[in-house]
Protein backbone atom coordinates (compact mmCIF):
# COMPACT_ATOMS: atom_id res chain seq x y z
CA UNK A 1 0.00 0.00 0.00
CA UNK A 2 3.24 2.25 0.80
CA UNK A 3 3.12 2.54 -3.01
CA UNK A 4 0.24 4.15 -3.25
CA UNK A 5 1.30 7.52 -1.90
CA UNK A 6 4.67 7.82 -3.48
CA UNK A 7 3.42 10.11 -6.49
CA UNK A 8 0.58 11.59 -4.25
CA UNK A 9 3.48 14.00 -1.96
CA UNK A 10 2.17 17.86 -1.36
CA UNK A 11 3.83 20.19 -3.55
CA UNK A 12 5.61 22.30 -0.56
CA UNK A 13 4.27 20.49 2.60
CA UNK A 14 4.77 21.61 5.79
CA UNK A 15 4.91 19.60 8.55
CA UNK A 16 4.94 20.66 11.69
CA UNK A 17 4.93 19.79 15.36
CA UNK A 18 3.00 21.67 18.45
CA UNK A 19 5.20 21.47 21.07
CA UNK A 20 6.44 22.89 23.99
CA UNK A 21 9.60 23.87 23.53
CA UNK A 22 12.44 27.54 23.97
CA UNK A 23 14.68 28.32 21.51
CA UNK A 24 18.35 27.99 22.70
CA UNK A 25 20.70 30.75 23.75
CA UNK A 26 22.74 32.21 21.23
CA UNK A 27 24.14 35.07 19.50
CA UNK A 28 20.53 36.04 17.77
CA UNK A 29 20.21 39.23 15.28
CA UNK A 30 16.94 40.83 15.48
CA UNK A 31 14.61 42.75 13.37
CA UNK A 32 11.42 44.23 15.19
CA UNK A 33 8.38 44.90 13.72
CA UNK A 34 4.55 46.42 15.07
CA UNK A 35 3.83 42.36 16.08
CA UNK A 36 6.72 40.42 15.55
CA UNK A 37 10.65 40.60 16.70
CA UNK A 38 12.59 38.30 13.90
CA UNK A 39 15.80 36.39 15.14
CA UNK A 40 18.18 35.07 12.86
CA UNK A 41 21.54 33.84 12.61
CA UNK A 42 22.55 35.10 8.91
CA UNK A 43 21.14 36.78 5.96
CA UNK A 44 19.61 39.97 7.16
CA UNK A 45 17.62 40.81 3.64
CA UNK A 46 15.72 37.10 3.92
CA UNK A 47 14.83 38.23 7.95
CA UNK A 48 13.54 41.24 6.95
CA UNK A 49 11.19 39.58 3.80
CA UNK A 50 10.46 37.59 6.88
CA UNK A 51 9.02 40.30 8.95
CA UNK A 52 7.40 42.07 6.40
CA UNK A 53 5.31 39.33 5.26
CA UNK A 54 4.62 38.22 8.63
CA UNK A 55 2.73 41.51 9.54
CA UNK A 56 0.75 40.72 5.86
CA UNK A 57 -0.73 37.82 6.99
CA UNK A 58 -1.56 38.77 10.78
CA UNK A 59 -4.05 40.57 8.94
CA UNK A 60 -5.03 37.49 6.45
CA UNK A 61 -5.50 34.69 8.45
CA UNK A 62 -7.42 36.75 11.82
CA UNK A 63 -9.69 37.96 8.86
CA UNK A 64 -10.15 34.64 7.03
CA UNK A 65 -11.03 33.11 10.09
CA UNK A 66 -13.51 35.19 11.20
CA UNK A 67 -11.50 36.23 14.39
CA UNK A 68 -11.06 39.71 12.88
CA UNK A 69 -12.73 41.21 15.79
CA UNK A 70 -12.02 38.98 18.43
CA UNK A 71 -8.46 38.66 18.06
CA UNK A 72 -5.70 39.79 20.77
CA UNK A 73 -3.29 42.03 19.30
CA UNK A 74 0.34 41.13 19.77
CA UNK A 75 2.34 43.99 20.03
CA UNK A 76 5.16 45.65 22.38
CA UNK A 77 5.38 42.98 25.23
CA UNK A 78 3.52 40.22 23.87
CA UNK A 79 4.94 40.34 19.99
CA UNK A 80 5.62 36.71 18.10
CA UNK A 81 8.66 35.69 18.46
CA UNK A 82 9.94 34.64 15.32
CA UNK A 83 13.49 31.89 14.72
CA UNK A 84 15.20 31.00 11.89
CA UNK A 85 18.32 28.73 12.59
CA UNK A 86 20.38 29.03 9.42
CA UNK A 87 19.91 24.91 8.52
CA UNK A 88 17.64 22.02 9.51
CA UNK A 89 20.06 20.73 11.42
CA UNK A 90 20.85 22.89 13.23
CA UNK A 91 16.94 23.38 13.85
CA UNK A 92 16.61 19.91 14.85
CA UNK A 93 18.86 19.21 17.36
CA UNK A 94 17.66 22.78 19.55
CA UNK A 95 14.28 22.00 19.25
CA UNK A 96 14.30 17.76 19.40
CA UNK A 97 11.58 18.02 16.71
CA UNK A 98 10.95 14.79 14.88
CA UNK A 99 13.33 14.66 11.70
CA UNK A 100 9.59 15.34 9.30
CA UNK A 101 9.02 18.31 11.19
CA UNK A 102 10.39 21.64 9.09
CA UNK A 103 8.98 23.80 11.80
CA UNK A 104 6.96 24.61 15.14
CA UNK A 105 4.51 26.79 17.08
CA UNK A 106 5.31 27.41 20.67
CA UNK A 107 2.05 28.22 22.20
CA UNK A 108 3.12 29.07 25.75
CA UNK A 109 6.20 31.05 24.30
CA UNK A 110 4.51 32.95 21.47
CA UNK A 111 7.19 31.86 18.91
CA UNK A 112 8.00 30.43 15.71
CA UNK A 113 10.80 28.31 14.97
CA UNK A 114 12.50 26.69 11.94
CA UNK A 115 15.61 27.44 9.73
CA UNK A 116 16.01 29.39 6.58
CA UNK A 117 14.70 27.50 3.57
CA UNK A 118 14.09 30.35 1.47
CA UNK A 119 10.32 30.29 -0.51
CA UNK A 120 9.05 27.29 1.48
CA UNK A 121 9.68 29.10 4.92
CA UNK A 122 7.71 32.39 3.61
CA UNK A 123 5.54 31.11 1.72
CA UNK A 124 4.38 28.17 3.28
CA UNK A 125 6.19 27.78 7.00
CA UNK A 126 5.06 31.37 8.06
CA UNK A 127 1.34 31.55 7.37
CA UNK A 128 1.29 28.02 9.06
CA UNK A 129 2.95 28.21 12.15
CA UNK A 130 1.10 31.85 13.12
CA UNK A 131 -2.40 30.24 12.62
CA UNK A 132 -1.36 27.68 15.08
CA UNK A 133 -0.79 30.87 17.63
CA UNK A 134 -3.98 32.90 16.73
CA UNK A 135 -5.94 29.84 16.73
CA UNK A 136 -4.64 28.98 20.24
CA UNK A 137 -5.37 32.74 20.89
CA UNK A 138 -9.20 32.82 20.18
CA UNK A 139 -9.31 28.55 21.20
CA UNK A 140 -7.24 28.55 24.39
CA UNK A 141 -6.59 24.80 26.10
CA UNK A 142 -10.05 24.24 27.94
CA UNK A 143 -11.86 22.49 25.45
CA UNK A 144 -11.48 19.34 22.96
CA UNK A 145 -9.07 20.56 20.42
CA UNK A 146 -7.61 17.14 18.55
CA UNK A 147 -4.60 17.38 16.48
CA UNK A 148 -6.24 17.26 13.20
CA UNK A 149 -8.42 20.81 13.56
CA UNK A 150 -5.18 22.46 14.86
CA UNK A 151 -3.09 21.15 12.03
CA UNK A 152 -6.03 21.61 9.57
CA UNK A 153 -6.27 25.55 10.37
CA UNK A 154 -2.62 25.83 10.06
CA UNK A 155 -2.64 24.17 6.35
CA UNK A 156 -5.84 26.21 5.70
CA UNK A 157 -3.56 29.59 6.07
CA UNK A 158 -1.26 28.27 3.12
CA UNK A 159 -3.11 29.80 0.41
CA UNK A 160 -1.04 27.71 -2.52
CA UNK A 161 -2.08 24.75 -0.42
CA UNK A 162 -5.82 25.50 -0.98
CA UNK A 163 -6.13 24.38 -5.00
CA UNK A 164 -4.76 21.24 -4.78
CA UNK A 165 -5.75 19.44 -1.36
CA UNK A 166 -9.25 18.64 -2.24
CA UNK A 167 -8.82 17.22 -5.84
CA UNK A 168 -5.67 14.99 -3.91
CA UNK A 169 -8.45 14.20 -1.23
CA UNK A 170 -10.55 12.60 -3.81
CA UNK A 171 -8.39 10.68 -5.18
CA UNK A 172 -7.74 8.86 -1.53
CA UNK A 173 -11.37 8.59 -1.31
CA UNK A 174 -11.00 6.71 -4.78
CA UNK A 175 -8.45 4.43 -3.31
CA UNK A 176 -10.51 3.74 -0.56
CA UNK A 177 -6.95 5.47 1.72
CA UNK A 178 -8.90 8.29 3.58
CA UNK A 179 -8.54 7.64 7.59
CA UNK A 180 -11.99 7.34 9.14
CA UNK A 181 -12.34 10.10 11.72
CA UNK A 182 -11.91 8.10 14.65
CA UNK A 183 -8.66 7.34 13.79
CA UNK A 184 -7.60 11.16 12.94
CA UNK A 185 -8.96 11.46 16.62
CA UNK A 186 -6.72 8.61 18.08
CA UNK A 187 -3.53 8.92 15.81
CA UNK A 188 -0.92 11.10 17.31
CA UNK A 189 1.32 11.92 14.78
CA UNK A 190 4.01 13.54 17.13
CA UNK A 191 4.80 10.11 18.03
CA UNK A 192 5.69 8.92 14.58
CA UNK A 193 9.46 9.33 14.30
CA UNK A 194 10.74 6.30 12.38
CA UNK A 195 8.69 6.88 9.27
CA UNK A 196 9.35 3.38 7.92
CA UNK A 197 7.14 1.33 10.97
CA UNK A 198 4.37 0.04 9.44
CA UNK A 199 0.82 1.71 10.82
CA UNK A 200 -2.42 -0.05 10.94
CA UNK A 201 -5.08 2.21 10.41
CA UNK A 202 -9.09 1.60 10.05
CA UNK A 203 -10.05 3.79 6.51
CA UNK A 204 -13.45 4.90 5.03
CA UNK A 205 -15.09 3.53 1.79
CA UNK A 206 -17.16 5.71 -0.32
CA UNK A 207 -19.90 3.00 0.40
CA UNK A 208 -19.29 3.33 4.60
CA UNK A 209 -17.88 -0.03 4.38
CA UNK A 210 -14.76 -0.43 6.95
CA UNK A 211 -11.35 -1.77 6.02
CA UNK A 212 -7.89 -1.68 7.21
CA UNK A 213 -5.18 0.21 5.68
CA UNK A 214 -1.48 -0.76 6.45
CA UNK A 215 0.88 1.82 6.03
CA UNK A 216 3.98 3.59 6.53
CA UNK A 217 5.27 6.59 8.81
CA UNK A 218 5.76 9.07 6.29
CA UNK A 219 2.54 7.76 4.58
CA UNK A 220 0.51 8.11 7.46
CA UNK A 221 1.99 11.54 8.35
CA UNK A 222 1.45 12.68 4.99
CA UNK A 223 -2.41 11.53 4.82
CA UNK A 224 -2.90 12.84 8.31
CA UNK A 225 -1.69 16.26 6.65
CA UNK A 226 -3.86 15.81 4.10
CA UNK A 227 -7.09 14.89 5.51
CA UNK A 228 -6.44 17.74 8.38
CA UNK A 229 -6.51 20.36 5.64
CA UNK A 230 -9.20 18.52 3.65
CA UNK A 231 -11.79 18.99 6.96
CA UNK A 232 -11.13 22.79 7.63
CA UNK A 233 -11.64 23.34 3.94
CA UNK A 234 -15.04 21.65 3.80
CA UNK A 235 -16.21 23.21 6.78
CA UNK A 236 -14.97 26.94 5.71
CA UNK A 237 -16.34 26.41 2.05
CA UNK A 238 -18.97 24.95 2.56
CA UNK A 239 -20.60 26.47 5.68
CA UNK A 240 -18.51 29.60 6.29
CA UNK A 241 -16.33 31.25 8.41
CA UNK A 242 -18.92 32.69 10.87
CA UNK A 243 -20.23 28.80 12.06
CA UNK A 244 -16.84 28.21 11.89
CA UNK A 245 -16.11 31.08 14.94
CA UNK A 246 -19.07 29.68 16.55
CA UNK A 247 -17.73 26.06 16.63
CA UNK A 248 -14.57 27.53 17.87
CA UNK A 249 -16.12 29.59 20.81
CA UNK A 250 -17.97 26.32 21.84
CA UNK A 251 -14.69 24.89 21.99
CA UNK A 252 -13.20 27.77 23.90
CA UNK A 253 -16.04 27.61 26.35
CA UNK A 254 -14.72 23.68 27.28
CA UNK A 255 -16.97 21.88 25.29
CA UNK A 256 -16.19 18.36 23.57
CA UNK A 257 -15.78 18.59 20.29
CA UNK A 258 -19.03 16.52 19.65
CA UNK A 259 -20.87 19.00 21.30
CA UNK A 260 -19.29 21.99 19.91
CA UNK A 261 -19.85 19.98 16.22
CA UNK A 262 -23.72 19.81 16.99
CA UNK A 263 -23.96 23.50 18.74
CA UNK A 264 -22.59 25.03 15.74
CA UNK A 265 -23.67 23.14 12.50
CA UNK A 266 -26.47 20.97 13.71
CA UNK A 267 -28.69 22.92 11.22
CA UNK A 268 -26.53 21.35 8.26
CA UNK A 269 -27.10 17.80 10.23
CA UNK A 270 -23.66 17.53 11.56
CA UNK A 271 -24.25 16.23 15.32
CA UNK A 272 -21.75 13.81 15.56
CA UNK A 273 -18.30 12.92 14.61
CA UNK A 274 -19.75 10.47 12.46
CA UNK A 275 -22.03 12.93 10.81
CA UNK A 276 -18.89 14.91 9.95
CA UNK A 277 -17.17 11.82 8.36
CA UNK A 278 -20.64 11.52 6.13
CA UNK A 279 -21.14 15.15 5.14
CA UNK A 280 -17.56 15.35 4.33
CA UNK A 281 -17.45 12.09 1.71
CA UNK A 282 -20.91 13.54 0.17
CA UNK A 283 -18.93 17.02 -0.29
CA UNK A 284 -15.65 14.81 -1.56
CA UNK A 285 -18.11 12.93 -4.31
CA UNK A 286 -20.32 16.30 -5.09
CA UNK A 287 -17.70 18.16 -6.50
CA UNK A 288 -16.20 17.63 -9.93
ZN1 LIG B 1 1.36 22.57 12.14
Redesign the pocket.
Known amino acids: MKRLFSALTLSMA?F???LLQEASAQNWQELKSEHFIVYFEQDENFAKEVSYKAEVYYQRIASDLGYARYSNFWTWDNRVKIYIYKEKESFLKATNQPTWSEGM?DYRNKQIVSYGWSKGFVESLLP??MA?LIFRDFVGFKGEVPLWL??GV?QWAEEAKRSEYKQLAKQYLRQNTLLSLDDMMRVDIRNVKEVDKVHVRSIIKKDGERLFLFIGGESLVTLYYLESVTLIGFLMDKYGSVSFVDFCRQLRDGKSLQDALGAAYSTYSIRTLQDLEDRLIEHLEEEK
Do not use: G
Request: hydrophobic share 25%; aromatic share 0%.
Open positions: VCSCAHEHDEA
